[in-house]
């Protein structure tokens, strides 16, 4: 069936460091979704893209959508200890277009 | 207000019973939808109703049965518990048809626990 996976499982960076989590989908996406979960936390919708090679920044983070819509990615600059959490990239497959979560992203960051 | 809200937050009970999750949202959103998260954080869709009509049922085990009184509310019964039921249960809402163009907004969760 139609998978979305992320890289890497696992992410532990210094604070200052950036991170990059990626986002590869076997199917072509109508668009792409960005949430965070905190630890004990539910997901948190961040940010939503549609059009090929678009590009959006929310301060610190960078997230892009492929040419292709198959992939995408999400990049902190500098991170903070209110970065860690859990990374979820999610879009619609299927033919229901059920929104399909990609298997997240552990990101830890200490001092 | 919380904006989507379920209970209870921790649910701890023994093989074989049954036990029920609710799940209310605020938001006046028309889909609403219940993903499961193991052990590995995986986030699996289970079902989604949309207007009170079931749109989305995931393979999952017949024991398993949501029902939706009305927009705002979608509650989730299980029966026969089993150990590999454990997991954290979430309520989430959107607007629109639940054709995955719309953000979803996710209840605290309950954790479920079957010893």
């Known amino acids: 069936g139609q998978q979305v996976m992320q890289i890497p499982q696992y992410q532990h960076v210094q604070e200052g460091e950036d991170f990059t989590t990626y986002c590869n989908s076997s199917?072509?996406?109508?668009?792409i979704q960005w949430y965070k979960q905190r630890p004990g936390g539910h997901p948190v919708f961040l940010i939503q893209?549609?059009?090929?090679?678009e590009v959006k920044k929310q301060k610190r983070l960078t997230f892009q959508f492929g040419e292709a819509k198959k992939n995408s990615s999400l990049h902190i600059t500098a991170t903070q200890t209110t970065d860690v959490g859990t990374y979820f990239c999610?879009?619609?497959?299927?033919?229901?277009?059920?929104?399909?979560f990609g298997t997240g992203t552990r990101l830890q960051v200490t001092l | 207000d919380t904006a989507v809200s379920q209970t209870p937050k921790y649910l701890v009970t023994q093989m074989g019973n049954d036990k029920s999750i609710k799940c209310e949202q605020n938001?006046?959103?028309?889909?609403m939808y219940w993903y499961k998260q193991d052990s590995k954080k995986f986030l699996k869709i289970m079902f989604s109703?949309?207007?009170?009509?079931?749109?989305i049922n995931e393979t999952v085990p017949n024991r398993f049965s949501p029902k939706s009184p009305d927009k705002a509310h979608l509650n989730l019964h299980i029966n026969s518990l089993e150990l590999g039921d454990s997991a954290v249960y979430f309520c989430?809402?959107?607007?629109?048809?639940?054709?995955?163009?719309?953000?979803?907004?996710f209840g605290n969760g309950t954790r479920l626990t079957v010893t």
């Open positions: 109703y949309n207007n009170k009509e079931l749109i």
């Open positions: 938001l006046g959103h028309d889909t």
């Open positions: 999610a879009g619609p497959t299927g033919t229901a277009s059920k929104l399909t």
């Open positions: 989430a809402s959107s607007q629109g048809t639940g054709t995955g163009s719309a953000p979803l907004h």
């Open positions: 199917t072509t996406l109508s668009n």
């Open positions: 893209l549609v059009k090929s090679g």
